[in-house]
């Protein structure tokens, strides 16, 4: 079964400083993984998504790199602003199981000015 | 950019009641799926729908629940007899194929059993 970690489960940081935020994975037979913003009582907001034979992806200040061998992804935000906090999610579709998506707990990020 | 609409933001049902959690996929979308968030827990996952069939169906999705997709355009979420425990944030998703390019998510439904 696949289980999906997230450390830290909080991180608190001053605006300007860049975030790196890290999900492992048990299971390396991924379909996909994609990392998400959650804002406190609200949805989901896709942020990235890495297929399994992609190495890393890019949109802005946000990169997120897979490593499929040693079951880990990290999520780079540069030059964090406040707006950047958040909780943000890492969740992982494996490939004998596409449609279910595999969460990890988050890791609650807090950008102070 | 396409959302998934889901309805109501906020349902408080008492215990034993059923409710139908409502949602809108994108409408090029072929595979729909529910999934929820205990407060404090992780996202869930719980049922994907795919022509008309349930696809996947967890533990979780036992018999008190059901899916339906009663036209074109809604996808619909039953507990037929709410429990306490069934307190959770909801959310449904679409995706356009077999995930390849991902999944959108709703903005979510927050159920609260009394």
């Known amino acids: 079964k696949q289980e999906v970690t997230q450390i830290p489960a909080a991180l608190s940081v001053p605006e300007g400083e860049n975030l790196v935020l890290n999900c492992s994975f048990t299971?390396?037979?991924?379909?996909?993984l994609q990392w998400f913003r959650q804002d406190p009582g609200k949805g989901l907001t896709s942020l990235l998504l890495?297929?399994?034979?992609?190495r890393e992806q890019t949109s802005g200040r946000l990169n997120a790199s897979l490593d499929k061998s040693s079951g880990r992804s990290t999520l780079y935000i540069a030059a964090s602003q406040p707006g950047d906090s958040a909780t943000y999610l890492c969740a992982v579709a494996t490939t004998d199981s596409w449609g279910k998506l595999q969460f990890g707990a988050g890791t609650q990020v807090v950008v102070t000015p | 950019e396409p959302e998934v609409t889901q309805t109501p933001s906020h349902q408080v049902t008492q215990m034993g009641q059923e409710v139908i959690l409502r949602c809108v996929p994108i409408s090029n979308h072929l595979y729909f799926y529910w999934y929820r968030q205990i407060l404090g827990q992780k996202v869930e996952f719980l049922v994907s729908f795919y022509n008309n069939e349930i696809s996947e169906k967890s533990e979780i999705f036992d018999d008190q629940f059901s899916v339906e997709r009663p036209d074109g355009s809604n996808f619909t979420l039953k507990i037929r007899s709410t429990k306490l425990e069934d307190s959770a944030m909801y959310f449904c998703?679409?995706?356009?194929?077999?995930?390849?390019?991902?999944?959108?998510f709703g903005s979510g439904t927050r159920l609260t059993v009394v």
């Open positions: 299971d390396s037979a991924i379909y996909n």
């Open positions: 890495i297929q399994s034979s992609q």
């Open positions: 998703a679409s995706s356009p194929g077999q995930g390849m390019s991902g999944y959108t």
